[in-house]
């Protein structure tokens, strides 16, 4: 488990799904390959019976941190995943069988999945009607890659062939992004990746629309960076085939450049009579209508429904800007850009605005509005051609209904929790004033809980309150309680330190079994001028609990 600067309660939660694994404890070894060299994760992995491992250096980022580990241990199998990446009990033993099973297998790769919202669904109040940004690549698109042995390594839920690293030399050094040129070397020299269509690990998506930025722009960089420094298109040992998924993949993270000659394209005709294209409006359809039908019903049929043409043309939109300039000063060479740990596990209790990303799409929509009035007071006096007027305010409109939607991207509204919070049916036991009393656990996280009880006893705030999860008993202290319908009573607890057994229990109850969606979701929500509207009634006062507790968001899972 690779680390730099994660906090300690992120190390706790994935160190402890390494510890559960349902795999031989004589074959399993547990590293914490700590390159902020901290006292607190060596005391950490001392308490939970793990080995530490340093060095005195931090060149070459996360590549040189996981070269340093390799060569303090010999097991003859290697499985990564990220210090935000908790596996499931079967993790290890699910990656592992692929590699071990097939010898020419150099490394196996699982999805990246998440148990939070990424910026789109949270910031959009989309949730679950939104599927996860990164779904499309890390399901569909890896799998169609490993089936003509092109399948990229994505830095965590991964098992390796000790013998096939060793054969490149380690974790290649020389790039953001060594997870890319680590698979592009293996297959150039006979080596196949293994796809594990199974989630075997579930992790933090980029919280804030920032964070999601730099994420992005370093991906962008790092994989032009590895086509500089490792052209698959003369690499020796590939296949035709794998060259051109290899160069399809670079050219990708050029859209950034493309997408702004596509905004602007329309406006440059709306604001400064340049048309981008001369030729007669009949035509122009004609040219482009088959592209975009046929494009829209490929997309479909290879996306199976997971994802549309508008979403991804929403995504790029956003992202535009900045990716834009990633990969313009990368191919030029003009900056340069270190290695720097996505941030998580963010908390804030009110709006943060990206204003110079929102400032970007702005200046457009004020181009648009500016445009489309300066032509409608043109056709009042009948002057300019009306058909690729038309054909230009169609364009303006299609990119302003995204930009629209990055504006609101743009905007973080307040993550209350520093957890995520499960919804679980449970049925269990507890002791309240030295009584036992039924209960049912109706969602979970590592802060606390919400549990229904009987209304027969007076449930006071503030009283101790034990519970028992797979046989540990977990201490507690009531926030708030709510008469529900009926008989029942809706109490929210707040768990008090737990120690070691009673964080396992809590942890198997949550993230060793969970789907990836929290109580925040709303299946109701199916639209964005829905999810925003969800969004502003249900973030623009502080829950009622917080409130009555006096504590601080943050506090409560």
């Known amino acids: 488990m690779p680390t730099y600067n994660e906090d300690l309660s992120i190390l706790r939660r994935t160190l402890t799904g390494c510890i559960l694994q349902d795999y031989p404890p004589d074959r399993l070894h547990i590293y914490v390959c700590d390159d902020g060299a901290r006292p607190a994760v060596e005391h950490l992995a001392e308490v939970m019976g793990v080995r530490y491992l340093s060095r005195k250096t931090r060149t070459d980022a996360k590549a040189g941190n996981l070269n340093a580990a390799l060569a303090q241990t010999t097991s003859e199998f290697v499985v990564i995943f990220d210090a935000d990446m908790v596996p499931k009990p079967k993790a290890v033993k699910t990656l592992v069988k692929p590699v071990l099973q097939n010898t020419p297998c150099a490394f196996s790769q699982a999805p990246q999945a998440f148990f939070n919202h990424d910026p789109f669904q949270h910031n959009l109040g989309l949730y679950e009607a939104l599927p996860n940004e990164q779904d499309f690549f890390m399901r569909s698109l890896q799998a169609a890659r490993a089936q003509v042995n092109a399948l990229l390594f994505v830095g965590s839920n991964a098992a390796f062939r ?16 060594e997870d ?11 080596w196949r990746g293994c796809f594990v269509p199974q989630v075997v690990a ?19 960089r790092g994989n032009i960076q590895v086509f500089k420094q490792w052209n698959p298109l003369t690499l020796p040992g590939l296949s035709l085939m794998q060259r051109m998924i290899y160069l399809s993949g ?17 406006l440059l005709y709306l604001d400064f009579d340049v048309r981008s294209l001369v030729a007669p409006t009949l035509w122009i359809v004609g040219l482009w209508l088959p592209a975009f039908l046929s494009q829209w019903m490929t997309f479909r049929r290879i996306t199976r429904g997971s994802r549309t043409l508008w979403w991804s043309h929403v ?11 990633a990969a313009f000063c990368e191919t030029v060479g003009c900056k340069t850009q270190t290695f720097r740990v996505t941030e998580k596990n963010l908390t804030s209790d009110r709006p943060q605005v990206a204003w110079q990303s929102m400032a970007v799409f702005v200046v457009i929509l ?11 007071h043109q056709m009042q006096m009948g002057a300019g051609p009306v058909g690729f007027l038309v054909l230009a305010a169609f364009w303006a409109l299609y990119n302003a209904a995204a930009i629209l939607t990055g504006v609101a991207v743009s ?7 520093r957890t995520e919070r499960f919804r679980v049916n449970y049925t ?3 002791v309240y004033r030295h009584r036992v009393v039924p209960v049912r656990v109706v969602d979970l996280s590592e802060g606390g809980c919400a549990v229904t009880v009987s209304g027969d006893s007076s449930w006071s705030v503030n009283d101790s309150f034990q519970i028992f999860l797979n046989g540990v008993d977990v201490t507690g202290h009531i926030v708030q309680r709510a008469d529900n319908q009926g008989d029942s009573v809706l109490l929210h607890v707040r768990w008090e330190a737990l120690d070691d057994l009673a964080y396992q229990a809590v942890f198997r109850l949550t993230y060793a079994q969970t789907t990836g969606f929290s109580l925040q979701s709303d299946p109701k929500i199916t639209s964005v001028f829905h999810g925003l509207r969800h969004r502003w009634h249900g973030t623009t006062r502080r829950p009622r609990y917080q409130q009555q507790s006096g504590q601080s968001p943050s506090m409560f899972g």
């Open 202 to 220: 579930q992790g933090l998506a980029a919280e804030s629309y920032q964070e999601f930025l730099h994420q992005r722009a370093r991906w962008c």
């Open 180 to 190: 890319a040129a680590t698979s592009v070397l293996l297959e150039s020299q006979g």
């Open 366 to 376: 004020a181009m648009t509005a500016l445009g489309a009035i300066r032509r409608w």
């Open 428 to 430: 269990t036991y507890g």
């Open 162 to 177: 000790r013998q096939a690293l060793e054969a490149i030399g380690g974790f290649p050094t020389g790039t953001i992004t």
């Open 250 to 266: 670079t050219l990708y993270w050029y859209f950034g450049m493309q997408k702004m000659i596509y905004l602007l394209a329309p």
């Open 411 to 417: 905007v973080d509204w307040p993550r209350w929790r």
């Open 315 to 325: 995504y790029e939109v956003v992202q535009a800007p900045v990716m834009a300039a």
